[in-house]
């Protein structure tokens, strides 16, 4: 196992530690593709999408290059179009927003529930206008949106549901693996997330067989047989190399994901015994369904968020801000007329979170020093703290 650079730093993430045990394996895989000569597509793609499809229990996956990609080929699979309106959340990476955006399309922004950091259903319906097309649940931080509710919502004015799973790899919401629940799911295998590749990467899950094909033809230039393009579709696919690695990976996935739900139950109990819930908000369980802590993110209130941070950082402990502005405050959405205000629950968030390590790989004693840090930090912060 890798040793911590400083005696009690812990940081945000560790990758090289899960991967570590499985070099061997890497290399064999590495070497494998590469005396294949097939780079693109081919069996390890396949073998890939069969697995991961298996894993979300839907009937399809295709791959494609990277999260984002799995997104915008999404939409432009269920027919979203320039001027129709997608609601989505503001509290969420910039990709959501952009392959709306990038189509010509309308991003509506909804506002999230305080507790669970996803979509407020209540808030959704109210946005949803004749021009409305579809909705995108974020399931951020590794736990599902409440979608009985947008199910209902979406079936009662006919949109579609394209589901970001990039943090979500493997929960589920009422015993349905995310990625089956809408029309599509949309994963991504960027380094950060549960099932982090070597490089970018993405795929895209549906139980819908002509969604899936149009999804496979949308990836590869629209094109059908070869120099015929049905469609102006792109260049996004998942190359060979990663989709080896990455095959090896999902079989690490349920305990990876055990040991990140272990974690969490262990901090759980730790800032509980400390007495430390008064002093910055923990995150709660509140769907029923699994929860996969892609992040474990706390509340820090009263405008002391950004020097609990930066002190933290001096005590070599990593965290980072999921996420700092919100995107109906980005100056590229400018265009879209929101004023500051307006979804007071994302911009809260914004001023409030801090994601702290919740890695496999992070040991008892590693959590340990990093809720008696930030208890520290915490009290010496506390006398600064303004009333919000
Ligand atoms: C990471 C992420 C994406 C984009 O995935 P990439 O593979 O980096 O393009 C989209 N949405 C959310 C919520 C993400 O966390």
């Known amino acids: 196992m890798a040793q911590s650079p400083h005696p009690s730093s812990v940081p945000l993430l560790d990758v090289k530690r899960d991967n570590e045990p499985l070099r061997e394996e890497f290399i064999t895989a590495l070497t494998r593709v590469l005396d294949s000569g097939q780079f693109i597509g081919g069996p390890d793609c396949q073998l890939l999408e069969q697995e991961l499809a298996s894993y979300c229990q839907t009937q399809f996956a295709v791959g494609c290059a990277s999260g984002s990609d799995a997104l915008l080929l999404a939409l432009m699979a269920v027919g979203i179009e320039a001027g129709d309106e997608v609601i989505l959340p503001s509290f969420t990476f910039f990709a959501t927003a952009s392959a709306v955006a990038r189509l010509g ?25 004749p021009r409305t097309k579809a909705i995108i649940p974020v ?12 199910l209902e919502i979406a079936a009662k004015h006919q949109l579609q549901i394209v589901e970001d799973c990039a943090q979500s790899i493997g929960a589920s919401y ?6 089956g629940i809408g029309r599509v799911g949309c994963f991504s295998f960027y380094p950060t997330k549960n099932l982090g590749g070597f490089g970018d ?30 469609a102006i579709g792109l260049n996004s696919r998942l190359d060979s190399f990663q989709a080896a690695l990455l095959a090896i990976k999902l079989r690490e996935l349920p305990r990876w994901t055990r040991a990140r739900q272990e974690n969490a139950r262990r901090y759980q109990q730790m800032f509980a015994e400390r007495g430390m819930t008064d002093l910055c908000a923990v995150p709660k369980v509140n769907v029923d369904g699994e929860h996969v802590w892609n992040q474990f993110t706390v509340r820090i209130q009263g405008a002391a968020r950004d020097a ?10 990593g965290t980072e801000v999921y996420y700092p502005i919100p995107l109906h405050q980005q100056v590229c959405f ?3 007329g929101y004023q500051t ?4 629950e994302t911009e809260r968030a914004c001023a409030e979170v801090l994601s702290l390590p919740i890695f496999p790989g992070l040991t008892a004693k590693e959590q340990a020093t990093v809720v008696d840090t930030l208890a520290d930090v ?11």
């Open 105 to 129: 399309a309308r991003p509506v922004f909804c506002d999230i529930d305080r507790e669970s950091f996803n979509l407020d259903p209540e808030q959704v319906e109210a946005l949803v206008t």
């Open 139 to 150: 399931h951020l931080f590794g736990q599902c949106c409440e979608m009985g509710r947008l």
């Open 174 to 179: 009422g015993g349905v693996a995310c990625g």
């Open 201 to 230: 990467g993405g795929i895209m899950t549906t139980n819908d067989a002509e969604v899936a094909d149009r999804l496979r033809l949308l990836a590869n230039h629209g094109m059908r047989p070869r120099y015929h393009h049905q």
């Open 308 to 317: 609990v941070r930066q002190q933290l950082a001096e005590r070599k402990i």
């Open 334 to 336: 400018a265009y879209l």
């Open 341 to 344: 205000g307006s979804l007071p």
């Open 378 to 388: 915490l009290h010496a912060v506390r006398p600064l703290r303004k009333v919000a």
